[in-house]
Structures are given as C-alpha cells and as structure tokens.
C-alpha cells in the first residue's frame, strides 16, 4: 500500500477509537488524500459530508464550489456540478458570477430549461440594484434577453418567454434587425397573426419617420412590410373575420 493508502486507513482507524475526533478535520485530509490518489468519487463523497456539517454559509459555499469543480472536471458530471452551484445561489442569491456559472453549467449537462431558469435570475439582478444604469449593465441585460430568446424560440422553447426578450431588445434598439426578425418568427409561429400585423403596421410607420437617407427606409423595405401585412389581411385575418 501507498503511503496515502496507509494515511486514509489510519484516519478510519482513528476515527474509530478517539471520543474528540475531529471529524471535520479527518474528512478534509481524507479529501486531499483521496484526490492525491485519483479516488475523485471518494474525494466528493468526503467532501458532501463535510458541506453537512458546515456551520456557516461562507463555509457552505466554499465546499459546494469544490463539490462542483471535482463533478465537472474530474468525474465529468456538470448536472450534478449544477446542483452544487444551485445550492450556492439559493444561499447567495445576489450573486451574478454564480448564476452565470450555474447557466454555464446547466448548459454543458444539455438542461436548456435550466439554462433559462437561471438566465431569468441573471435578468432580475441585472435590473436591479444602483448600478442597472450603467452602459455595461444595460450591455449585459441585452446580451442576456438576447440568450433567451434564442434559447425559447429553440431548444426549450417557450414564446411568451421569448417574446417578452425580444420585445426588450426591440424597445432598446427598433433598428435590432436580428430580435425584429425573431419577434416576427414567434409571432408566426404562434399564430398569433393579428399581432403581428399591428407590429407590422407599427414597423411601417415608424420607418416612414426616419430620413429618407436612412438604408432602413428604403422603399424597398417599406414595400415589404406593407406587403406581408397585407397577406395577413388577406388571409389569417380574413379568414378570422368570416368565422
């Protein structure tokens, strides 16, 4: 045997006989020396028991993390990693850098609703507090309406969700081409056709205000959208009208 494979025997042995054992202090060598040894199953297990016995949330969080990048990097579980991180939120939930890390991993074990579910938490904290004002914070809470947009229009698909982003970033930019198109998209494909001909008519005549130099003021563009409104008129919302 090893002298690490000697040193985690005689920590059993230990534990064992002594009335003042100190179990946390045996439990985080016995998380070192299982790592030493490559036993990663058995260093997280040691480790879940010392997060039991953790008296405070500083020390809490401490071993939650290690939890996570031992079930991440070494056992190749980012769900599980996940979950630890959940927990840190739950205890810091003011935390931003936590909650792009429970997205991030939430995204590497393929939760795409989870992925929302914490980017909807990175929403609510980037638009609170003093700082929501800032050029990198309004930066941040468009980048993040823009993720979950394209995340509830694909892969955990929710359109009210989706709709509520886009419409954000349309609010912040009307000339956002990318969210403009997706908000359309949604609205489509939702069948939601009497909306999407008030948007449009909205889009016309705001496009009628700008400069004519404009490139989107075209006449091209304009044409465009009257035409497809007008299909609308013609079709789903005729045919809404006769029923």
């Not at 299982?34 to 879940?48: N, T």
């Not at 931003?96 to 929302?116: I, N, P, Q, T």
């Amino acid at each position: 045997a090893s002298r690490e494979e000697r040193a985690v025997a005689q920590l059993g042995a230990s534990r064992a006989e002594s009335v003042g054992f100190d179990l946390d202090g045996a439990l985080a060598e016995l998380a070192r020396l299982r790592g030493v040894l490559g036993e990663h199953s058995a260093r997280e297990a040691a480790l879940k028991q010392r997060t039991a016995l953790a008296k405070t949330k500083d020390a809490r969080r401490t071993l939650l993390l290690e939890r996570a990048r031992v079930l991440e990097q070494q056992l190749s579980r980012p769900g599980a990693a996940a979950e630890c991180v959940n927990e840190v939120v739950q205890l810091f939930p003011e935390d931003a850098g936590l909650v792009d890390e429970l997205a991030r991993l939430r995204e590497a074990a393929g939760d795409s609703s989870g992925v929302v579910a914490a980017v909807a938490i990175a929403i609510e904290l980037a638009g609170s507090g003093g700082k929501k004002d800032t050029p990198d914070a309004r930066d941040r809470l468009r980048a993040l309406h823009r993720r979950r947009g394209e995340l509830c229009s694909g892969l955990a698909y929710d359109a009210g969700k989706g709709l509520a982003s886009f419409q954000f970033l349309l609010a912040q930019d009307s000339d956002d081409l990318t969210a403009r198109e997706a908000f359309e998209a949604l609205l489509s494909r939702e069948g939601r056709a009497k909306e999407l001909a008030e948007h449009l008519s909205r889009e016309v005549e705001r496009r009628k205000k700008l400069p004519s130099s404009d490139k989107n003021n075209s006449a091209s563009v304009l044409a465009g959208l009257e035409r497809r409104r007008a299909e609308l008129l013609r079709g789903p919302l005729a045919d809404a009208a006769a029923a």
